[in-house]
């Protein structure tokens, strides 16, 4: 326990060191690559994470879709149709990895949640926009993301932890697209769209790894699975 605890803190202190340091030096004189590689290390370091700490398919497949958000999170300062790009990809990869893990029972109010928030979500995003030619692309590129959350939420992850780490995630891209319409020129996507999203991914990847973890310790503790 000692040995893989060891193992993986050098990699979760590594992303929270460049996560958290990032909200305050991106607005900085810092030169652009070096300031896209900071941003990128705090995701990047997660895809690491996983990949040390899963030495299963389910690994790579995790730390793909770290990996993806870390090149969304570089690319999106140079190119927002490449960025978003790379992000839809890690939703899709991420839809496809939680419908391996369903939640075999729903109570009623979760799977209307669940239900309902993709439609809302697009619905959310597509009014935000200033700009009308951007409603439907912005709507879109929700529908990955709000499908990501919903599978998240249904998952039999920790509801409380992947669940409400992909609901995060969300409300950063919700706060992005206002940042084209209501909140242009107010500070609060300012203050609130990186902490989401960086602790949104966080969350997500640390829940994971923790379930997958668990259930391989109580298979090889099994005499069945001896």
Request: hydrophobic share 55%; net charge positive; charged share 15%.
């Amino acid at each position: 326990m000692k040995s893989a605890f060891a193992e993986s803190r050098p990699f979760l202190l590594l992303s929270l060191l460049f996560g958290i340091s990032y909200f305050f030096v991106k607005d900085s004189n810092i030169p652009g690559l070096y300031l896209m590689a900071w941003k990128g290390a705090g995701v990047g370091f997660l895809a690491i994470y996983a990949l040390v700490r899963l030495h299963r398919l389910d690994g790579k497949i995790v730390g793909a879709i770290m990996a993806l958000g870390a090149i969304g999170d570089m690319v999106l300062e140079y190119d927002l149709m490449l960025g978003a790009a790379a992000f839809m990809a890690g939703n899709l990869l991420a839809i496809l990895f939680f419908s391996r893990f369903r939640r075999h029972k729903l109570a009623f109010s979760q799977k209307m949640f669940a239900i309902l928030l993709v439609p809302l979500s697009m619905l959310i995003a597509w009014t935000l926009p200033s700009d009308r030619s951007d409603a439907v692309l912005v709507s879109l590129y929700c529908l990955s993301i709000s499908a990501m959350a919903a599978m998240a939420w249904t998952s039999r992850f920790s509801r409380y932890q992947v669940g409400l780490g992909a609901i995060l995630f969300l409300i950063s891209d919700f706060l992005i697209f206002a940042r084209m319409g209501p909140l242009e020129t107010s500070i609060i996507p300012e203050l609130l769209v990186w902490p989401l999203y960086y602790f949104g991914q966080f969350m997500i990847v640390t829940g994971i790894v923790g379930t997958l973890r668990h259930e391989m310790a109580a298979d090889s503790a099994d005499p069945v699975h001896a």
